[in-house]
């Protein structure tokens, strides 16, 4: 029998259309070898304000894919995906019917990131993307005075980008201690200093580390199935940018510096620094997790 998971329900303020309020989702698990679930979204039609709601889906990977998008009780008015880009894809739909349903099949697999956009790969130039999300956003102002003598005091810039994240991970995975209880704090200064919280603010402090030493940085986020329960749960991770390509890293151990387990599925990324202009990628607090049983 295929295990049954829980998956929580990510939702965008889109224009005027929020997907909101009480949801039921679900993963079902295809295969145990391959890593790969079918995941299912159900929500009535009182959630959309104006006729459509914005779903956000897995994302296409160098070690994620999906396939058989379906959708019942409802159309496609838009799908938003850009091939191999793992931005925030979305599947704008259009109700048809009072209770509607949304349905993918995602797949992960192993994939050292390290190999593929390490220092042997080639030019260490940035990309206009890269550039921006090595200045200042919402998460972090590489230039704040308090983050770069935090840097300075604890020699965490290396001798090039790869270094340098090396050497702030370490840091996290030793200093700041996961609670996934713990309270958000107001910024990663906060978490730094009280050097406890959860896999959002291991992923924060890590970026924001990261860009005040230069090197570029962005706060990724999913799920994660737990090893428990097979509860697929919101999980949030961090990526730099390597030479070539984003590699990820999971601030809560080095095993994974350049890959994530594949338990984990991948959405999109935090836009914290309004690179895009389309709101179903930007990030401006006005997405929400919906816990879904």
């Known amino acids: 029998m295929p295990r049954r998971l829980s998956l929580a329900l990510v939702a965008f303020v889109v224009g005027v259309t929020t997907f909101g309020g009480p949801q039921e989702a679900h993963a079902q ?37 999906t396939a ?30 009072q209770e509607f349903t949304v349905t993918i099949t995602v797949q992960t697999r192993p994939n050292d990131y390290l190999r593929g956009y390490g220092p042997h790969n080639g030019s260490g130039d940035l990309t206009d993307e890269a550039k921006a999300y090595a200045g200042k ?8 005075e308090k983050l770069l003598k935090f840097v300075k005091d604890h020699k965490l810039v290396g001798k090039d980008r790869f270094d340098t994240a090396k050497r702030v991970h370490t840091w996290i995975t030793k200093n700041v201690k996961y609670d996934a209880k713990a309270p958000p704090g107001k910024d990663a200064l906060e978490t730094l200093e009280k050097k406890r919280g959860n896999c959002s603010a291991q992923s924060w402090a890590f970026v924001a580390l990261c860009r005040a030493g230069g090197v570029p940085a962005r706060v990724v986020i999913g799920g994660q199935v737990t090893r ?66």
Request: glycine share 10%; with cysteine.
């Open 228 to 293: 428990v329960g097979g509860q697929l749960e919101p999980h949030g991770w961090a990526e730099f940018y390597g030479y070539g390509g984003w590699v990820p890293v999971e601030p809560q151990s080095l095993r994974f510096h350049g890959s994530v387990p594949t338990s984990c599925v991948r959405y999109g990324y935090f836009d914290d620094v309004g690179l895009s202009k389309d709101p179903l990628a930007a990030y401006v607090r006005g997405w929400q997790l919906v816990s879904a049983k």
């Open 29 to 65: 698990k295809k295969a145990r070898k391959d890593n790969s679930y079918v995941i299912t979204w159900k929500a009535t039609k009182d959630v959309c304000k104006d006729g459509t709601v914005a779903v956000l889906i897995p994302a296409i990977t160098d070690n994620q894919t």
């Open 137 to 144: 956003g919402f998460i972090a102002d590489p230039a704040d």
């Open 68 to 97: 058989d998008l379906k959708v019942e009780g409802a159309t496609v008015e838009k799908t938003d995906r850009e091939g191999a880009s793992p931005r925030n894809d979305c599947v704008l739909i259009k109700p048809t019917a």
